[in-house]
């Protein structure tokens, strides 16, 4: 990728990661410059079958500086796929950026792990058109109301990678609840992942005198109940995947007696929890563990039905930023919302590790340093502050975010209240009107394991499904 020419100097700048230049600052000095010369308009429209599509109007150099518009528009590009999800993309704007687009976007391509991955979710080929500005669609959106259906008995299912939890309730108060530890990422036969999810949700029912509905939360991306992708049936082959895996939660339905239930990531079931926790919508809710995972309620109190896989949006113009294995992108969030960004840390910080521990362990050994008062570790947990609040200031730019929630791992002991602390301090120094708006804590204990069962088990409306 061109580097891009637009600077901002942070005010933070991370004591392990002097090179990181936040998009968010970027953006600001590119749009800063725009303002005292010609610009031309540019949309861009994704579609995501079923009559959807979200667009997004902003503005570039009319002439001049072309590789910094490709630059801009590409990383704008990475954050909608990964926000919002499309399999089509429209552009509507400078030809030379359209087929530089469908250039790294091809079979070959720098972004080809993007595209196919578009494509295998919504299950149609990738495209990107280049179409007149003008021609570009007008924006259809289907939000749905997020849960907050308390009535009658229900079973709260969360599907976590490393145990199971399950709760039974009863207008709106869980009466009983089970954690089990399990390896679904280890598992080949989905039937693993369908015993232990159908075993769970049984012992729920016992404790209830009727099941009237299931709410499900489940890291991944979850398509009108469907399975699209998740690490938890990773190792699943993909002709089993079709067979077994796509309408695994269907299934179990009926197991249970062709009861109404209802799908949806665990990040977006994160954010609901908090909306029904504070009584308050706008929430973005934001796990930092294995990798960086998403959520969000608007402030109608709605589920957008975007992806919002927050782990490869980039938040680092850097060219010097680490690479993400998984998408061979550089600057992307799960490097810097996740255990990686703390071992990443740490290795600058010149904490050694054992060869044999795992990442889970490395993250451990940097918080027992942290507790035990060494100062690199309070620095790494800095970093990530810093990072959190750069991105937040990023992240407005397409939610509208009235309070932050963060959890995970990560954020276990008090490395969580550095990374808050210090994210709000980037907000007030250098987005103050964003920091008038937006509150950014971590949900209490309460509302992280009673709270999330309750949310999940509030998402399917009994009326609607007979």
């Not at 209830?208 to 939360?217: E, L, T």
């Not at 990560?410 to 708006?437: A, C, N, R």
Request: charged share 25%; glycine share 10%; proline share 4%.
């Amino acid at each position: 990728m061109y580097e891009f020419s637009f600077k901002k100097t942070p005010v933070f700048i991370p004591e392990y990661d002097k090179t990181f230049f936040p998009i968010s600052l970027g953006n600001i000095a590119y749009r800063n410059a725009l303002a005292k010369t010609e610009s031309t308009p540019v949309s861009i429209a994704l579609d995501r079958g079923n009559g959807l599509i979200s667009v997004f109007k902003t503005v570039i150099f009319k002439e001049g500086y072309e590789k910094d518009n490709i630059v801009y528009i590409e990383r704008l590009l990475k954050t909608l796929l990964w926000l919002k999800g499309g399999f089509r993309v429209m552009f509507g704007g400078p030809r030379y950026i359209g087929e530089y687009l469908q250039k790294v976007y091809c079979n070959g391509g720098a972004r080809e792990f993007d595209s196919k991955f578009m494509g295998k979710i919504f299950g149609c080929e990738f495209v990107i058109e280049i179409i007149d500005v003008n021609e570009v669609p007008h924006e259809v959106e289907n939000p749905k109301h997020a849960g907050g259906h308390l009535d009658g008995c229900r079973i709260g299912f969360d599907a976590g990678g490393s145990d199971r939890k399950v709760s039974a309730v009863v207008n709106g108060k869980p009466i009983f609840s089970e954690e089990v530890v399990w390896h679904p990422k280890l598992a080949e036969d989905p039937g693993y992942q369908y015993d232990g999810i159908l075993d769970s949700m049984k012992k729920a029912a016992s404790k209830m005198d009727r099941v009237d509905a299931i709410g499900i939360s489940a890291a991944g991306i979850y398509i009108d109940n469907e399975v699209k992708a998740a690490s938890l049936f990773i190792k699943v082959p993909r002709d089993r995947f079709e067979e077994k895996v796509r309408r695994i939660f269907f299934d179990i339905a009926e197991e249970m007696g062709s009861v109404p239930f209802e799908v949806a990531n665990d990040g977006d079931v994160t954010a609901l929890a908090g909306a029904m926790s504070l009584k308050e919508n706008g929430i973005l809710g934001i796990a930092l563990g294995t990798s960086e995972a998403g959520g969000y309620v608007d402030n109608n109190g709605f589920i957008t039905g975007w992806l919002n896989e927050l782990a490869f949006v980039p938040v680092d113009y850097s060219k010097e930023a680490m690479e993400d294995e998984w998408a061979g992108d550089i600057g992307c969030g799960v490097k810097y919302f996740s255990q990686d960004g703390v071992i990443k840390l740490a290795q600058s910080a010149g904490i050694g590790f054992d060869e044999e521990m795992s990442p889970a362990d490395k993250l451990k050994a940097v918080q027992s340093l942290m507790s035990d008062g060494d100062k690199r570790a309070l620095k790494i947990f800095e970093a990530i502050g810093y990072y959190l609040g750069y991105a937040i200031a990023y992240y407005a730019e397409f939610y509208d975010i009235n309070h932050v929630l963060i959890l995970g791992r990560v954020t276990s002991g008090g490395g969580g209240d550095i990374i808050v602390e210090k994210s709000q301090l980037v907000l007030e120094i250098e987005f103050p009107q964003l920091y008038k708006k937006i509150n950014i804590s971590i949900p209490d204990e309460k509302t992280r394991r009673v709270g999330q069962s309750v949310a999940a088990a509030s998402l399917p409306k009994i009326s609607e499904s007979g």
